[in-house]
Nanobody, 119 residues
Framework: QVDLVESGGGLVQPGGSLRLSCVASGTIFRLYVMGWYRQAPGEQRELVATITSGGTTNYADSVKGRFTISRDNAKKTVYLQMNSLKPEDTAIYYC?????????????WGQGTQVTVSS
């Protein structure tokens, strides 16, 4: 069992920045993908950014050049640095862990943290 706890959300003006954190507790397998997803009211949950156990990152086109995903393995923490925020970035942001060993895969979600971009 792995628990994911997000923090760092809040209200920010357009053009501002926020840094989200996701701390994982429990044992994480050697092979994993961790990431951030978001869901705006009335919309489906969508991928924002992911990082693999090998360090490969992937971003949604809408956030490329503005958001950066990173990790601290020792702290079991993944970060999402969000710069140049826009009103359309307003959503609940969820942390996700997908890890596996041969024959077994487990997926976990955090409880979400609200990000609101508004003047």
């Amino acid at each position: 069992q792995v628990d994911l706890v997000e923090s760092g959300g809040g209200l920010v003006q357009p053009g501002g920045s926020l840094r989200l954190s996701c701390v994982a507790s429990g044992t994480i397998f050697r092979l994993y993908v961790m990431g951030w997803y978001r869901q705006a009211p009335g919309e489906q949950r969508e991928l924002v950014a992911t990082i693999t156990s090998g360090g490969t990152t992937n971003y949604a086109d809408s956030v490329k050049g503005r958001f950066t995903i990173s990790r601290d393995n020792a702290k079991k923490t993944v970060y999402l640095q969000m710069n140049s925020l826009k009103p359309e970035d307003t959503a609940i942001y969820y942390c996700n862990l997908d890890h596996w060993v041969p024959g077994r895969e487990y997926i976990y979600w955090g409880q979400g943290t609200q990000v609101t971009v508004s003047s």
